[in-house]
């Protein structure tokens, strides 16, 4: 059986490489980004330097103004998978995304799914909990058939994730509607009274309570929302300032009290740098004929040729092996210590089924008795 799986890279030097999660409670944001892609995707570093701070495990996002001939980045978001929904005419407008880290036990459940809408199943331990973002146009008003085809579609969704009986249920995302009962300080047009009162009969709390955007000549609105079933597992939620002034739409986030288990164990590549033969690897290198190799003009071709060529190089002269991480070990930890401790435990388990004898010798506030 082949132990290699995607999670390595050649730069490591701790005993326990990994994702180590710690104590840490699932949490959300949802952003309406106003078109990913603008300015070449310079919006997604904003993101990313907001998650080394908050550390999210979704990241959803709304209006962001995809279709199919959109060329995506390779990487988007780093140690994150992706997901988009785009508008249904095609055209660069509206449409959803999700970010979700790469060691969540996601699914992304299509089948429940409607237009500018992504259905999420997570499994935290034997918790299941659904995550869907939602983005609704303004053009919809509440007289029109596309509202009511809406408030339906909302319905019946709920109705489908109630009966997969789930530990708990959020929908977040833009809703363009206004209703005082979310936000005193703005005011209540029929769309709003219209989602309130759905959201209501369905048992449904909207959390958010301040003002999340902020159009110039226009007063302040609370339409990015967060509509759940278990409003009393949140710890925390709120609103943060939006990551780029020319985007009117704050942040919006929420905070559960439920725990992220650790990812399963893995393998990844260990190179044991300190043993490097270096004039070997500098003489392989230096006799190879790169003018040949490399005739092929195409530069990508010869970026992955390159690169496949100096790993090969470098794992004939520096030893290295699979090593067995798992998440839940502090990184500092090695097999000697794992042995240390399970004898210790065994001995523990020992004392406690048949007790001391005489001879045995203790341990007392650190020091041993003889």
Same mark, same amino acid.
């Given at each position: 059986?082949?132990?290699?799986?995607s999670n390595?890279?050649?730069?490591d030097?701790?005993?326990?490489?990994?994702?180590?999660?710690?104590?840490?409670?699932?949490t959300?944001c949802? /952003?309406?980004?106003?078109?990913?892609?603008?300015d070449?995707?310079?919006?997604?570093n904003?993101?990313?330097?907001?998650?080394?701070?908050h550390?999210y &495990?979704?990241?959803s996002?709304c209006e962001?103004?995809?279709n199919?001939?959109?060329?995506?980045p390779?990487?988007?978001?780093?140690?994150?998978k992706?997901h988009?929904?785009h508008?249904?005419?095609g055209?660069?407008r509206?449409?959803?995304?999700?970010?979700?880290?790469?060691?969540l036990?996601?699914?992304?459940?299509e089948?429940?799914?409607f237009?500018?809408?992504?259905?999420s199943?997570?499994?935290l331990g034997?918790k299941?909990?659904?995550?869907?973002v939602?983005?609704?146009?303004?053009?919809e008003?509440a007289?029109s058939?596309?509202?009511e085809?809406?408030?339906?579609?909302?319905?019946?969704?709920? *109705?489908?994730?109630?009966?997969?009986?789930?530990?708990?249920?959020?929908f977040?995302?833009?809703?363009?509607?206004?209703?005082q009962n979310w936000?005193?300080g703005?005011?209540t047009?029929?769309?709003?009274?219209?989602?309130?009162?759905? *959201?209501s009969t369905? +048992?449904?709390s909207?959390?958010i309570?301040?003002a999340?955007?902020?159009?110039?000549?226009k007063?302040?609105s609370?339409i &990015?929302?967060?509509f759940c079933?278990?409003?009393n597992?949140i710890?925390?939620s +709120?609103?943060?300032?939006?990551l780029d002034?020319?985007?009117?739409?704050q942040?919006?986030?929420?905070k559960?009290?439920v725990?992220?288990?650790p990812s399963?164990?893995?393998?990844?590549?260990?190179?044991?740098?300190n043993r490097?033969n270096?004039s070997?690897?500098?003489?392989?290198?230096s006799?190879?004929?790169?003018?040949?190799?490399l005739?092929n003009n195409?530069?990508? /071709?010869?970026?992955?040729f390159? *690169?496949?060529t100096?790993l090969?190089?470098?794992?004939?002269?520096?030893?290295n092996?699979?090593?067995k991480v798992?998440p839940?070990?502090?990184?500092?930890?090695?097999?000697?210590?794992?042995r240390?401790i399970k004898?210790?435990?065994?001995?523990?388990?020992n004392?406690?089924?048949?007790g001391s004898k005489?001879?045995?010798?203790?341990?007392? &506030? +650190?020091?041993?008795?003889?």
């Amino acid at each position: 059986m082949d132990p290699i799986s995607s999670n390595y890279n050649y730069n490591d030097v701790e005993f326990n490489p990994g994702d180590h999660i710690v104590n840490r409670n699932f949490t959300f944001c949802n /952003w309406n980004i106003n078109s990913l892609a603008k300015d070449n995707f310079s919006r997604l570093n904003l993101i990313q330097a907001d998650n080394s701070i908050h550390n999210y &495990d979704i990241i959803s996002l709304c209006e962001t103004s995809l279709n199919n001939d959109v060329e995506l980045p390779d990487s988007l978001l780093h140690g994150f998978k992706n997901h988009f929904s785009h508008h249904p005419s095609g055209n660069r407008r509206g449409g959803v995304g999700i970010f979700y880290r790469e060691s969540l036990p996601l699914v992304i459940r299509e089948d429940l799914a409607f237009s500018e809408c992504i259905v999420s199943e997570i499994h935290l331990g034997k918790k299941k909990i659904f995550h869907i973002v939602i983005y609704r146009s303004p053009s919809e008003t509440a007289d029109s058939p596309e509202f009511e085809d809406f408030l339906n579609k909302f319905e019946n969704l709920h *109705t489908k994730l109630k009966n997969e009986n789930p530990f708990a249920m959020f929908f977040t995302g833009d809703f363009n509607a206004h209703c005082q009962n979310w936000w005193p300080g703005g005011d209540t047009k029929k769309e709003g009274i219209a989602i309130d009162n759905l *959201t209501s009969t369905l +048992g449904l709390s909207q959390i958010i309570c301040e003002a999340t955007n902020y159009e110039t000549n226009k007063n302040p609105s609370c339409i &990015d929302l967060i509509f759940c079933d278990q409003p009393n597992l949140i710890t925390e939620s +709120g609103v943060r300032p939006s990551l780029d002034n020319f985007c009117k739409h704050q942040l919006i986030y929420c905070k559960i009290n439920v725990e992220i288990p650790p990812s399963p164990s893995y393998y990844r590549l260990m190179w044991h740098y300190n043993r490097a033969n270096t004039s070997l690897i500098k003489r392989a290198v230096s006799n190879f004929n790169w003018h040949t190799h490399l005739s092929n003009n195409n530069p990508n /071709w010869q970026v992955n040729f390159f *690169t496949k060529t100096i790993l090969n190089i470098l794992s004939n002269f520096i030893p290295n092996e699979y090593v067995k991480v798992t998440p839940k070990d502090p990184p500092w930890i090695t097999n000697g210590l794992k042995r240390m401790i399970k004898k210790q435990n065994r001995q523990y388990k020992n004392f406690k089924r048949k007790g001391s004898k005489p001879g045995d010798k203790a341990v007392v &506030d +650190g020091f041993r008795q003889e």
